[in-house]
C-alpha cells in the first residue's frame, strides 16, 4: 500500500457482547491523534461473562443501564451511535483505519452493524 501522507491515521478498537461476529457492539472508540470518539451502545443480547470479564462491561436490561467495572455509564441506540463514528471519520482527509485484529473481527462486525442499518 502506498501512502501519499495526507492520510489520517484513526484507531479504533469495538467492545462487542461474545466473541462471534454476529455480536452485537457495546463500546465504539476511535482515536486520530487529537480527538477521541468513545461510545458506549445500548446492546439487544447479553453480554456473555468472557466478554464482560474482558470488557468490564455488563448491562441491565430491567433499567436498560449499562456499567462498566460496576459503574454506571451512558450507553445509546446502534444507529445514533454509527452515524456518530460515520461522521467522526468522513471528517477526516483520507482516514485509515487501523487498530488489533480489526481485519478478521472489528471490520466484519462493524459492517454487518452497517448493513443492519442501511448506513454507507
Request: charged share 25%; glycine share 4%; with cysteine.
Given at each position: 500500500m502506498?501512502?501519499?501522507?495526507?492520510?489520517?491515521?484513526?484507531?479504533?478498537?469495538?467492545?462487542?457482547?461474545?466473541?462471534?461476529r454476529?455480536?452485537?457492539?457495546?463500546?465504539?472508540?476511535?482515536?486520530?491523534?487529537?480527538?477521541?470518539f468513545?461510545?458506549?451502545?445500548?446492546?439487544?443480547?447479553?453480554?456473555?461473562?468472557?466478554s464482560?470479564?474482558?470488557?468490564?462491561?455488563?448491562f441491565?436490561?430491567?433499567c436498560?443501564?449499562?456499567?462498566?467495572?460496576?459503574?454506571?455509564?451512558?450507553?445509546r441506540?446502534?444507529?445514533?451511535?454509527?452515524?456518530?463514528?460515520?461522521?467522526?471519520?468522513?471528517?477526516?482527509?483520507?482516514?485509515?483505519l487501523?487498530?488489533h485484529?480489526?481485519?478478521?473481527?472489528?471490520?466484519?462486525?462493524?459492517?454487518?452493524?452497517?448493513?443492519?442499518?442501511?448506513?454507507?
Amino acid at each position: 500500500m502506498k501512502f501519499e501522507g495526507e492520510e489520517s491515521v484513526v484507531v479504533f478498537d469495538l467492545e462487542t457482547t461474545g466473541l462471534s461476529r454476529k455480536s452485537d457492539i457495546t463500546q465504539l472508540a476511535a482515536f486520530d491523534g487529537t480527538t477521541v470518539f468513545n461510545e458506549y451502545v445500548s446492546p439487544r443480547k447479553v453480554i456473555s461473562p468472557k466478554s464482560s470479564e474482558i470488557t468490564g462491561l455488563t448491562f441491565d436490561f430491567s433499567c436498560d443501564q449499562m456499567y462498566h467495572h460496576g459503574k454506571p455509564v451512558k450507553s445509546r441506540d446502534i444507529q445514533i451511535v454509527l452515524l456518530e463514528f460515520i461522521d467522526f471519520i468522513s471528517k477526516k482527509k483520507k482516514p485509515i483505519l487501523f487498530g488489533h485484529n480489526i481485519a478478521s473481527f472489528d471490520i466484519p462486525i462493524l459492517m454487518n452493524k452497517l448493513r443492519q442499518h442501511s448506513l454507507p
